[in-house]
């Protein structure tokens, strides 16, 4: 599976949008960009993936450039709750191993 | 369903006892998985089964480590023989078999501290 890059952390105002980068340079054609997150204490929580299209749900949404080399996660109004640590993923569907990796990800942090 | 649970969520135990973990998976998941959290650092695999079959082990499962899943359903992750380094967040997640549309559900993880 491909490595991501990711900041380590970041600031947002309660509010406002948090954008949240990820850099996945070596994506394969097959391989899905998944979006987790972790507040404190829990276990991590599925937000999004997306192939090449723009995805949206109730969470988040996510912006995958033409390419395929860099991926946006954007929580269009963030909230306190939303402070956590954001991990980006890209796995392939159907390949030889089911296992998603994990790398540091970004700790978000909203500030009131 | 309410969704993965794990128990206990808390465990203390001596250097050197045998502890056992418990994952009751969402119901109509047939892909279970392992993992353990050390502080500051992501989740890292440990072990995946889809239904009863283990088919995936980490590097990192040494021979103290051993996960069973015996009809399908719940499973059990065993340390034997513990070491301080064992100290981590144990987290166990599902998934049903069509994954690229659901991801992976977690638990809230069993922290394992060793004296």
């Known amino acids: 599976d491909a490595k991501t890059t990711q900041p380590t952390s970041m600031d947002c105002a309660e509010g406002r949008a948090a954008n949240l980068p990820c850099n996945h340079s070596t994506i394969s054609g097959n391989e899905y960009v998944y979006w987790y997150r972790q507040i404190h204490s829990q276990g991590p929580q599925y937000i999004i993936h997306g192939l090449k299209n723009n995805e949206t749900n109730e969470m988040a949404s996510l912006i995958i450039t033409e390419d395929r080399k860099s991926s946006t996660l954007i929580l269009p109004h963030a909230t306190l709750r939303d402070t956590a640590v954001y991990y980006c993923?890209?796995?392939?569907?159907?390949?030889?191993?089911?296992?998603?990796?994990f790398g540091t990800g970004t700790l978000l942090a909203v500030q009131p | 369903d309410t969704g993965v649970s794990q128990d206990p969520r808390h465990k203390i135990t001596k250097r050197g006892q045998n502890v056992t973990f418990r994952c009751d998976p969402i119901s109509e998941h047939n892909r279970l998985y392992w993992y353990r959290q050390t502080l500051g650092q992501g989740p890292e695999f440990l072990t995946y089964f889809q239904n009863e079959a283990q088919l995936e082990k980490s590097r990192l499962l040494s021979d103290r480590f051993s996960a069973e899943r015996p009809k399908g359903s719940f499973s059990t992750l065993e340390i034997q023989r513990t070491e301080q380094g064992d100290s981590a967040m144990y987290l166990c997640a599902s998934s049903p078999a069509n994954q690229r549309d659901y991801g992976y559900t977690f638990g809230s993880g069993t922290r394992l501290t060793v004296v």
């Open positions: 993923i890209v796995r392939a569907y159907g390949g030889a191993t089911n296992k998603l990796i």
